[in-house]
């Protein structure tokens, strides 16, 4: 803080400032933080959706409104003041309007050739193949490289494979978040990631979904090595309900149909909403599907139940709950097991789902539970196994068992 400046005021009156600057500053902290974790929700919907260009769009559409609202503010005060004549305002506003237009322009194609140089060295590779061989065939698989070079699996299956990832966050260099782990999951299956806060379970989903690289190791889909393929494509085929789902200002059915790049009627948005117990709900509010979801609206748990349903719509090859049941209550948390449950045992809907939840009752009856503790894998089996092992999983239920008693 600042020294006391003995000339210009009182000790007291000096201190009684100083207490109000430091409750202002953390005051400032506080909003300051609550804003970045929603962004950073926001940020991590919207790349696991790959909807960037879409919401690219719509921030260049209001930032053009907010430069007109300014330029006929500035402008009309100008003309008020006899500074301006009004064509030459309107000459202003149009050239402003063309000049934004061009910059736009610019910046995106600059950003599709960046792109395209990175991806050039794969389109080369493609175009020495023969016709034929650009449609690879690797097992059973047929492979197509798209434009930006990386591979489309004709069907996804769902298998992942860790081998070996070690992984530290960018800003944190020298805290290894993941040493040497190894994983596999079978294409169906449906796994549960527990261990304590700051284990390293979201770091697992974070990796899946490509947001950040491996330090070392690799990580394969279907045997494919993940950087190699396409990833749009690749996010298209996974549903992710985040931990803390970012719900967009609009209606509740674009909501539910965010991200879904096929073409959509109001039956699938209500099959998608009714498979995750969300329907009724929706239902009962004043404009059902069309209304407008705000801040105050709507609980955690029906916050969830609308994620799930979007993720549910998507028809993904592998759906990802990341403690997607820690801001349920009861009921809910019943309700989406129900949907874990239909899922997992309806052949037309089976698909590979990896959970992190914090409540182990939801995840007692999932096909494997993988117990991770400071970045390793240290027991994997399922509910009974582990329990019968005596280590971290069963200290773990025990301790909720205790804690609900
Ligand atoms: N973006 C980030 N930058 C730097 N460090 C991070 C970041 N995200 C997580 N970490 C750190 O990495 C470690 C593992 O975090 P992670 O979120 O994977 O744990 P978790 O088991 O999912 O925790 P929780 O159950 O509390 O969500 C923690 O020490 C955390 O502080």
């Given at each position: ?158 298998h992942i494979q860790f081998v070996n990832v070690s992984f530290h966050y960018p800003s944190r260099a020298t805290v290894p978040v993941l040493d040497h782990a190894c994983l596999t999951v079978e294409a169906n299956e ?216």
């Amino acid at each position: 803080m600042f020294d006391y400046p003995p000339v210009l005021l009182k000790p007291a009156v000096f201190h009684r400032y100083q207490k109000k600057a430091a409750k202002l500053t953390q005051e400032f902290n506080a909003c300051a933080n609550e804003v970045a974790q929603e962004s950073l929700s926001m940020m991590r919907t919207v790349r696991a959706f790959g909807t960037e260009h879409k919401e690219l769009g719509r921030q260049y559409f209001l930032s053009i409104i907010c430069s007109y609202v300014i330029a006929v503010l500035l402008g009309g005060m100008s003309i008020l003041t006899g500074h301006v004549s009004s064509e030459q305002l309107l000459t202003y506003v149009l050239y402003c309007e063309w000049l934004i237009y061009a910059t736009w322009r610019v910046v995106d194609n600059l950003s599709s050739l960046l792109r395209s140089i990175g991806a050039s060295e794969k389109v080369f590779q493609s175009m020495d193949l023969l016709p034929s061989n650009q449609f690879l065939s690797k097992g059973k698989q047929c492979l197509v490289i798209s434009w930006t070079g990386g591979v489309k699996l004709q069907r996804l299956m769902g298998h992942i494979q860790f081998v070996n990832v070690s992984f530290h966050y960018p800003s944190r260099a020298t805290v290894p978040v993941l040493d040497h782990a190894c994983l596999t999951v079978e294409a169906n299956e449906v796994v549960a990631i527990v261990g304590l806060s700051g284990s390293g379970k979201s770091t697992f989903v974070n990796l899946l979904l490509r947001l950040y690289e491996p330090i070392s190791g690799q990580i394969l889909i279907d045997g494919f090595p993940l950087k190699e393929l396409d990833i749009r494509w690749l996010r298209e085929k996974i549903g992710f309900v985040g931990q803390e789902p970012h719900l967009f200002h609009m209606d509740i059915k674009s909501n539910v149909m965010y991200g879904c790049p096929r073409d959509l009627k109001q039956e699938d948005v209500e099959w998608a909403a009714k498979q995750a117990y969300a329907h009724e709900f929706i239902l009962s509010l004043p404009h059902g599907y069309e209304t407008l979801v705000d801040d105050d609206l709507l609980s955690g748990g029906q916050k969830q139940r609308i994620a799930i349903a979007r993720a549910i719509l998507r028809d993904p090859a592998i759906l990802i709950l990341d403690e997607a049941t820690s801001a349920l209550d009861s009921e809910s948390e019943h309700y989406v097991r129900g949907v874990l449950h239909s899922l997992r045992n309806d052949n037309e809907t089976k698909r590979t789902i990896i959970i992190i939840a914090h409540r182990l009752s939801t995840i007692k009856d999932v096909d494997r539970i993988v117990v991770i503790d400071g970045g390793q894998i240290v027991e994997i089996g399922n509910h009974r196994e582990l329990l019968h092992k005596n280590g971290l999983y069963a200290r773990l239920v025990k301790a909720q068992t205790e804690s609900w008693d």
